[in-house]
């Protein structure tokens, strides 16, 4: 039997009524497609802050203990340290851009819309040897002092949405190159540590603070770094070296009125020129560590150190994980074997009520791989129906989710599914839909030879 005639015998048989499969198909695409891709986004948005070198830093303070050699040395000891970092300049501090130098037009665009709207986002020092993924231009490791990566989503204006909805983003990849002249909008709040006077055991040095003066600084963008939703920085974050960080401190203190350079008393100086005394960044080499890191630290060695991380990941997020991580997978494995254990059982009954029918055509000499060709096309046709309702169903899923959440916070962005990974687990479900049937049909082909033609005669 030709192809074209299977095709017409398998039509018939369909607008008779053999379409029960097709549901139980349909469910199997779109568990297979969707599950798998939300499961996959939220794993890779908690793996994403796992790996996040700011997820895996505790800041440690001279309160206990001064960071002197010996007590540096016995902290990069400790099992699971993967190294200290020393933060002397800026941490964190507030900006806002004045202009953006540029020869392109988006440049001359960006500052119309920066002279009436306020920006304000945050300009940050890296720790150590601390990197971000550079997805366009270059990193910092090469670049000269002051110059800047910029968030992939960078949205610096200000929004009276409380909630961080329906952010402004700006064309990340189009300043590369550009300089971006920014003034701080906040003084810089440092809390700074000098020898202690008390004679309480233990205590070996105090926490003062003092306000520096804000500073207007030009930063070079280099390039684009991968903004995570979970990962530290965000839409709001441009990333400077650590010797940029400095130099920005430096220029602050000038303006507060130190000399840098002569200067040797007070409490500010003290700090300053004091390596010990500077706060420190305990990185360590896994986050599932970190428990066992901080008791190391502050029972063995008896020094100061956070219990946990600055960057911490919603409690929501680590319950989404749960349930598609675990969960999810259930549901597709109870999916898949329901799917071959019906599509098994229908093969069969299909015979058993059909035996009539095949003899039939065993009667005017259809063969059993002709046979079982139509049955095989016949079972093409709901498969390919299935695939079509339960992709367009996901597709359509997925286009309104992304929708909804590209319009939400930032943070949102990580329920956002990407195209590339939707079709990869579209496919893979395209396979499955198919593969199964096939199978569940080859299972029967022992009893579809049994059929003889006189079969016909007993209808």
């Known amino acids: 039997m030709k192809l074209s005639g299977a095709r017409i015998l398998a039509k018939a048989n369909l607008s008779g009524g053999e379409k029960k499969n097709t549901v139980l198909l349909v469910l199997l695409v779109i568990a297979l497609t969707l599950i798998s891709s939300y499961s996959n986004a939220v794993t890779q948005a908690v793996g994403e802050f796992k790996n996040d070198y700011r997820a895996r830093a505790l800041q440690a303070a001279p309160i206990l203990g001064l960071f002197d050699r010996e007590n540096l040395k016995r902290m990069v000891a400790v099992d699971h340290v993967e190294s200290v970092a020393e933060l002397k300049g800026i941490r964190s501090e507030s900006f806002g851009i004045t202009k953006v130098d540029g020869e392109n037009e988006y440049c001359k665009e960006l500052n119309n819309k920066i002279k ?228 098994i059982q229908a093969s069969a009954f299909a015979l058993k009520n059909r035996r009539g029918e095949f003899g039939l055509m065993k009667a005017v000499g259809y063969k059993d791989r002709q046979i079982f060709l139509f049955m095989l096309v016949e079972q093409m046709y709901i498969t390919a129906k299935a695939v079509f309702i339960g992709g367009a169903i996901s597709a359509l899923t997925v286009l309104a989710t992304n929708y909804i959440f590209s319009h939400k916070t930032f943070e949102d962005r990580l329920y956002m599914i990407s195209w590339e990974d939707f079709a990869v687990y579209f496919i893979t479900a395209v396979i499955f839909a198919v593969l199964i049937p096939v199978v569940c049909q080859l299972i029967t082909l022992k009893k579809l030879s049994k059929i003889q033609p006189n079969e016909a005669m007993k209808g």
């Open 116 to 343: 009436n709207q306020n920006t304000d986002f945050t300009v940050t020092s890296l720790l150590g040897d601390e990197e971000r993924r550079i997805i366009s231009g270059s990193s910092l490791n090469d670049a000269p002092v002051y110059s800047c990566i910029i968030p992939s989503f960078f949205c610096p204006f200000e929004t009276e949405d409380e909630d961080g909805e329906n952010l402004d983003y700006v064309d990340s990849e189009a300043l590369v190159g550009t300089t971006l002249y920014l003034h701080g909008t906040e003084n810089i709040e440092k809390n700074f540590f000098v020898p202690s006077a008390s004679k309480e055991i233990g205590i070996t040095a105090e926490q003062h603070h003092y306000d520096f003066p804000s500073v207007d600084i030009a930063l070079k963008v280099v390039g684009v770094y991968y903004a995570s939703p979970t990962g530290w920085g965000g839409d709001g974050c441009i990333f400077v070296s650590n010797e940029t960080g400095i130099e920005i401190m430096k220029k602050s203190m000038r303006k507060a009125g130190f000399d840098l350079e002569h200067d040797k008393d007070g409490d500010v100086m003290t700090w300053w020129n004091d390596p010990a005394l500077h706060d420190r960044y305990v990185i360590v080499d896994d986050y599932d560590n970190i428990g066992k890191v901080y008791s190391s630290i502050t029972e063995g060695l008896h020094l100061d150190v956070a219990p946990e991380p600055e960057i911490t990941i919603s409690e929501s997020v680590m319950i989404m994980y749960g349930l598609l991580n675990y969960t999810g997978k259930l549901l597709i494995a109870v999916a898949v074997v329901l799917c071959i254990i019906n599509l």
